[in-house]
């Protein structure tokens, strides 16, 4: 069975800012500098028409993880994250996959003005098919997304406040 994970984060800056960042190249390889752990890299990027889709890796130490985890991935976990933003509605999908486990976390990010600044919504799930360990493991990673979502949005906003 899935975990359902919803989750926002908001910004002082608009939505159209905020969008312009997590779209941007430099931004990108700016935060995966900043925040993406060990080996992190922007493995693909493309933009054009209105649309940009990038992969990124990073990497979480094994000395940062749950016993659980690391007993099951006998080290560090990497962590591949496809994202496909369309500039039309702010509108953004994300598929992440885990080495060593048999799962991956779905979702769809919005982004949208609030008063005047912007939230960003993620509304996605977290399915892991490991048996009797599986819900274990999908709480694990829901509540690491929250913190990196967290981490991300004052990245971003800090990343903004620098550039205006």
Known sequence: ???????HTTSPHSAELVFGAMVDETYLRDRLAAIGGNNAELV???????KTSYQLKQGVPAEHLPSMAKSLL????????????????????VEVTLNGVPGRLDGTFSLVANGSGSKLVLD?????????????????????????????????????????
Do not use: C
């Open 1 to 7: 069975m899935a975990r359902r994970i919803e989750h």
């Open 44 to 50: 693909t990027y493309s933009s054009g028409g209105g």
């Open 74 to 93: 006998g080290g560090d976990l990497v962590i591949q994250r496809v994202e496909s933003w369309t500039e039309a509605g702010h509108t953004g999908t």
């Open 124 to 164: 996605g799930q977290v399915k892991v098919s490991i048996p009797l360990m599986g819900g274990k493991l999908e709480k694990v990673i829901a509540e690491q997304v929250i913190v990196l979502l967290d981490k991300e949005s004052e990245f971003t906003s800090e990343w903004l406040a620098n550039r205006a």
